[in-house]
Nanobody, 122 residues
C-alpha cells in the first residue's frame, strides 16, 4: 500500500485547510484510514480515523468539532477538513491505513504516508 498526503500549508489562526491522502495498492485489505500529527519535540499523536463504510469516525478530543474526516471510496482518497485552526495544531500531519476498526494507536497502522506540514500562525 502506498499513501500520498498533501494539502498542508501556512494559514492564520481561525483559518481552514483540507488535507488529502491518496491510497494505492491493496487498499481493500486495510479498511481503516487515520490521521496523526507530530509537532516538533513531541510524540506522534492520533487525530482522526474513519472506517470502511465511512459511517464510523473517531476524533481526538483536541480536534472534535473542528476537524472532519471523510473518504471518497471511488477515488480511494481520504480527507481531513480542518476548521478553526489554532497555533497548537501546527505539526506534520500523516495519514495511515489499518486493518483494525477503530484504530487510534500508532502500532495499529502498518502503512504510512510521507507527511504534510501544517503551520498555523497566531
Amino acid at each position: 500500500v502506498q499513501l500520498q498526503a498533501s494539502g498542508g500549508g501556512l494559514v492564520q489562526a481561525g483559518g481552514s485547510l483540507r488535507l488529502s491522502c491518496a491510497a494505492s495498492g491493496r487498499t481493500f485489505a486495510y479498511p481503516g484510514t487515520g490521521w496523526f500529527r507530530q509537532a516538533p519535540g513531541k510524540e506522534r499523536e492520533f487525530v482522526a480515523a474513519i472506517g470502511w463504510s465511512g459511517g464510523s469516525t473517531y476524533y481526538a478530543d483536541s480536534v472534535k468539532g473542528r476537524f472532519t474526516i471523510s473518504k471518497d471510496y471511488a477515488k480511494d482518497t481520504a480527507y481531513l477538513q480542518m476548521n478553526s485552526l489554532k497555533p497548537e495544531d501546527t505539526a506534520v500531519y500523516y495519514c495511515a491505513v489499518s486493518r483494525r476498526l477503530p484504530a487510534t494507536l500508532r502500532h495499529e497502522y502498518p502503512y504510512w504516508g510521507q507527511g504534510t506540514q501544517v503551520t498555523v500562525s497566531s
